[in-house]
């Protein structure tokens, strides 16, 4: 492990554009279940077409938003682990990062990343439905949110199964990968497009890319490195080695 995480924090210390993708895992060690994790992933307990998809919003608002105000409260008493912090550092020690996440906590922010690209939305804000319009506070109404402006009904700032990624994002996301020469995916199972080929195009380009989660076999075949490890753990030595300032 020590040799690999050496060798990929030497083309660190070199990188001129890092991408990172970030996906549950990378908030799991503060607390939050991941999605797919058997014992605590979210889906588990709930059906994603019962929560997470447009026909089950329409089905039972009240239910989907008393599940998203739930994980609202437990991602605004998250605390951003070693994992994030470590990124936000990394973001003062390259030319060029950018942070593309499939999270919808908040918690690269929290840990001082800046413009962070949220492919999924965010559960801090909700949306129209009327006018599409975004709102970080809102009020109950009898169980349901309404839009402030116009009291149409509102909707979590989320991308749902089924749902297009928003467009903008998703373009800088891409450009992003087809840019850089290092790109690092950190705690997602992959199994998402399209986000899960972000990594499988910066590799045809011959980028560096690190795939760090509890799956991979940790090995360095360059210029693909892959470690099984925890981000909290892992991570920080990475940047502490490549950056010892
Ligand atoms: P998609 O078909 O690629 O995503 C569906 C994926 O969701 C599948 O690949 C599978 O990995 C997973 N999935 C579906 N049913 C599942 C189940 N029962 N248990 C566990 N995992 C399950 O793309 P899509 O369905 O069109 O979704 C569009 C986008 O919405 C995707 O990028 C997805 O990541 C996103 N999304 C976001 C949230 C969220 O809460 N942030 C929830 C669901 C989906
Ligand atoms: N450190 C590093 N990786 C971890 C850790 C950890 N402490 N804990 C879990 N992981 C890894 C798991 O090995 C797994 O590969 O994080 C990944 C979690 O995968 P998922 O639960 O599938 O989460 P994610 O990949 O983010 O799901 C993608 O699917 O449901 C949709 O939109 C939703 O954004 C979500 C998307």
Redesign the pocket.
């Known amino acids: 492990l020590d040799t690999v995480i050496a060798a990929f924090a030497n083309r660190l210390r070199l990188a001129h554009h890092v991408a990172v993708l970030t996906?549950?895992?990378?908030s799991?060690?503060s607390g939050i279940p991941?999605?797919?994790?058997a014992q605590t992933?979210l889906w588990s307990h709930f059906d994603?077409e019962e929560l997470?998809s447009p026909a089950g919003f329409a089905r039972n608002p009240t239910l989907v938003w008393r599940w998203y105000a739930e994980r609202r409260v437990k991602a605004c008493a998250a605390q951003p682990n070693p994992a994030h912090y470590a990124l936000a550092k990394l973001d003062k020690h390259v030319p060029r990062l950018t942070l593309i996440t499939?999270?919808i906590d908040g918690l690269h922010q929290r840990a001082g990343s800046r413009n962070v690209i949220e492919l999924?939305g965010s559960l801090h804000r909700a949306r129209c439905m009327a006018d599409g319009s975004l709102h970080t506070t809102w009020d109950y109404a009898e169980e349901l949110p309404h839009c402030p402006d116009c009291g149409a009904l509102l909707r979590p700032d989320v991308?749902w199964f089924g749902e297009m990624l928003p467009q903008t994002a998703l373009e800088k996301a891409w450009a992003a990968t087809l840019d850089c020469d290092i790109f690092m995916s950190?705690?997602?199972?992959?199994?998402?497009e399209p986000?899960a080929s972000l990594p499988r195009i910066a590799l045809s380009r011959n980028a560096t890319v690190l795939i760090?989660?509890?799956?991979q076999q940790t090995a360095a075949r360059p210029p693909l490195f892959t470690i099984n490890?925890?981000?909290?753990e892992i991570l920080p030595r990475i940047v502490k080695m490549a950056f010892p300032v």
């Open positions: 996906g549950a895992g990378i799991a060690e991941t999605f797919r994790d992933g994603p997470a499939q999270n999924h991308v950190i705690g997602t199972s992959g199994v998402v986000a760090l989660n509890l799956e490890g925890k981000a909290g």
